[in-house]
């Protein structure tokens, strides 16, 4: 098109120079006539006159000729203007034909060949991850060394040609100018944690060290392409991984600017590899090229990384450079700008509110095998199943079924279905108002970048790549069904559930807080959490507790039933007093001994579980299983929950086994240290005060956070105090805290020799 515009300017501008040159000819025969005329004057009558040149006009032939010329000038340049006018149309026509053959030519080309490339993709990512799976199978069994190596080979060829086939397919995307970008909300954290971890075995393997540094300000939540992002991330390092023999790769993120509610991300991967140099700096970024030929030939690759890196950070508006020195390192950079969320109140129903019994379910899949086991998995979750193998036939069930009592709720369709493809079947079904409403949900073994955001813009709901995980089908089938009734504008701002928004969803609804007044067991406990995958809010007594509850509602919250400003049964009641979800939120209570009156007024308010202190991992595990999420797996027949006996929350300090505490840490060490030394001074000034509730709490505190390091003789003590304190019994209570201070001397003595980290 720029071509035919340019044409355009060339023959407009000839033909205003014609029309200009023609009166320029009139000028100048005008001036002719006016000079021979005052000449023949002069040379007849030997003066200039009117009276002559009236004469000499009226007897000079000649004259009579060159007063024609003005008139002959304008006619040719009249009719060379029209000439010049017609031609350069013509041609004008003609240039425009060949340039719309050659446009359309080239978008049925481009078509084709993207086409082309999505068909190919699918027919080979599918062997292919059918030989990974298989390498993966393998690789678990009992195996020879040499056969071992042989698996590990095959998966590791596989997995590069899979990589392959991606870059090439997103070249060829960049190419064609159809590179596409999704905006969904994500956890920026949470997405360079997981690229980093997908390379960290890869680096050890290698004998490198691959650490990430996220500073403190940079936001967790973002809207954006996180699968781009991860592209982009898992590019630098593997690259980084390749060119560093020796020494060590760190991934660093701040954030550089907020501006009008967007924030800008810098990240860098920094190596100690082999370095480039300032000249071959400049062949970095080109399709198809690498620094040397020597270097393409040791490390191998296409040299496409780079390119499709540079082209998905300008598509996110951003920037990517390098800066390195030979035998130095390098450091890769990019920055991109991503948008920060609008706090919208959540409009999805909570999923424990949501029931697959019945759910009227269709799956669409020509691939028979898969679609079997597929509709078993269905039947297993009690929803009432239909399934067919190709498109035509689907969507005549589904209009059939529109117009009867047997209304599909939701549709299950395979990207690829024979003689109608899902997508044109999800088209179909949204463009009918009769059927618009049912919910749709796509899968793929052979899933491209940019489709989710297509198909969402479609009205599907879902996006899944096959096979679909059995441990998260009945997750992913809440989620979607959970949009049922939202406005579709909303639908859409919200994005496809995908394996990736199923984690965000998961995260979001099984929320926990932990509320421990106690630094030593709040550390511990959070630590635990931490190495069984859970992240925790924290709160240090019963208001905090009450206003993080007020900010959030939690799938679970563990509670310490002795706090210091208001007791964890007060706070209990406060937290359910807020709101109907409040109401339905698991509380599992913390206490290293609870009377009998404490446990019935816990149970009295809805109370789950009980965990004796100190915490055993196994049990909290076992605890988060069964109530922690709403979005765990149930089967039917998988018994209730129960709460236990008072009996079993008793645990005398000899029954204690190493097993049950976590290793002291210095930093551990150091906490215990500052906190027991401040509750033993103030064990002291309350005793001395003679207040007995004050006594209590501290005696309980030092009596459950000294289990942790074994100490039986602090425990013992500490569980003497607090008995007197409850039963206000004090004649003896200053000699036995002269034994938990001297017992708690000895311990400090054997954990100091383990050294002290500040915490």
């Not at 034909?97 to 049925?108: D, K, P, S």
């Not at 179909?428 to 059927?435: D, F, P, Q």
Request: net charge neutral; charged share 25%.
């Amino acid at each position: 098109m720029d071509q035919h515009q340019r044409l355009v300017d060339d023959l407009r501008l000839l033909r205003e120079r014609a029309s200009q040159y023609a009166v320029y000819g009139v000028y100048i025969a005008s001036a002719s006539v006016v000079i021979a005329t005052l000449l023949v004057c002069y040379f007849m009558f030997d003066d200039i006159t009117i009276d002559g040149i009236i004469l000499a006009q009226s007897s000079n032939i000649g004259l009579w000729a060159v007063d024609c010329m003005p008139f002959v000038f304008a006619m040719w340049g009249q009719y060379a203007s029209f000439r010049m006018a017609s031609d350069a149309n013509d041609i004008i026509q003609s240039k425009t034909q060949t340039l719309r053959e050659a446009l359309t030519q080239a978008n049925f080309t481009s078509k084709a060949k993207s086409d082309f490339f999505a068909k190919m993709s699918h027919e080979l990512r599918t062997p292919i991850n059918g030989i990974i799976g298989m390498s993966d199978m393998l690789i678990d069994t009992k195996l020879g060394k040499e056969q071992q190596r042989y698996a590990e080979i095959i998966k590791s060829s596989a997995s590069g040609l899979l990589t392959l086939i991606n870059d090439l397919l997103d070249f060829s995307k960049i190419e064609a100018g159809k590179l596409e970008l999704e905006e969904i909300e994500f956890d920026l954290r949470e997405c360079i944690e997981k690229s980093v971890a997908l390379l960290t075995q890869q680096a050890r393997a290698k004998g490198l060290t691959l650490t990430n540094l996220i500073q403190p300000d940079v936001p967790n939540r973002l809207i954006g392409d996180p699968g781009r992002l991860r592209q982009v991330i898992i590019n630098l390092i593997g690259n980084a991984i390749k060119f560093t023999p020796t020494g060590e790769i760190v991934l660093s993120v701040k954030n550089l600017a907020d501006v009008s509610g967007k924030a800008q991300i810098h990240i860098e991967v920094a190596d100690t590899g082999i370095g480039i140099s300032q000249k071959d700096q400049s062949k970095l970024f080109q399709p198809y090229k690498q620094v040397s030929n020597s270097t393409a030939r040791r490390y191998g690759g296409t040299g496409l990384g780079l390119t499709i890196t540079k082209e998905l950070v300008e598509a996110m508006g951003g920037h990517v450079g390098v800066k390195s020195q030979e035998e130095k390192g390098s450091v890769f950079w990019f920055s991109v700008t991503l948008r920060k969320p609008e706090v919208i109140v959540n409009v999805v129903p909570s999923p424990a509110q949501i029931s697959l019994k019945g759910v009227r379910v269709l799956v669409a899949d020509g691939n028979i095998p898969a679609r079997v086991g597929l509709v078993d998995q269905l039947r297993a979750l009690e929803m009432d199943v239909q399934s067919i193998g190709n498109g035509n036939a689907a969507l005549q069930m589904i209009r059939a079924a529109a117009s009867s009592n047997f209304r599909f709720d939701l549709v299950l369709v395979d990207m690829f279905l024979p003689h109608l493809e899902g997508e044109d079947l999800g088209r179909e079904i949204k463009s009918h108002a009769e059927t618009r409403d049912t919910i749709l949900v796509m899968m793929t073994s052979a899933g491209v970048r940019g489709d989710a955001q297509r198909l969402n813009q479609l009205g599907f709901a879902g996006y899944l790549g096959k096979p679909i995980p059995p441990e998260d089908l009945q997750d992913i089938l809440k989620a979607v069904i959970a949009t049922k009734g939202i406005e579709e504008q909303e639908r859409q701002r919200m994005g496809l559930v995908t394996r990736h928004s199923l984690s965000e969803i998961r995260k979001k609804h099984s929320r926990v807080l932990l509320v421990e007044d106690s630094d030593v067991n709040r550390e511990i406990t959070l630590h635990m959490l931490t190495k069984l995958g859970y992240s925790a809010d924290n709160a240090e007594n019963g208001r905090a507790a009450i206003e993080a509850a007020r900010q959030q509602v939690y799938g679970l919250i563990f509670m310490d039933l002795h706090l210091p400003d208001i007791s964890g049964i007060e706070t209990i009641k406060a937290i359910r007093a807020l709101s109907d979800m409040h109401a339905k939120s698991a509380i599992v209570a913390l206490t290293a001994g609870a009377t009998d009156a404490e446990v019935a007024r816990c149970r009295e308010l809805g109370v789950k579980d009980f965990l004796t202190k100190p915490i055993d991992k196994n049990m909290l595990a076992e605890t988060l299983m069964r109530w922690q999420a709403l979005y765990v797996p149930q089967t039917s027949t998988a018994p209730a929950p129960t709460t236990p006996e008072p009996t079993q929350l008793k645990k005398s300090p000899q029954e204690i086994n190493e097993d049950d505490a976590i290793e002291a840490d210095p930093k551990l060490v150091a906490i215990f240290i500052k906190e027991a030394t401040l509750r033993l001074e103030s064990l002291r000034q309350a005793l001395g005060r003679g207040d007995t509730q004050r006594m209590a709490r501290e005696a309980h505190t030092l009596r459950s956070s000294g289990a942790y390091f074994h100490a039986a003789a602090i425990q013992q003590a500490a569980e003497k105090l607090e008995k007197m304190a409850d039963n206000n019994q004090l004649s003896e209570a200053k000699s036995v805290l002269q034994t938990l201070e001297d017992a708690y001397q000895r311990l400090r003595m054997r954990l100091e020799k383990t050294g002290i980290k500040q915490p």
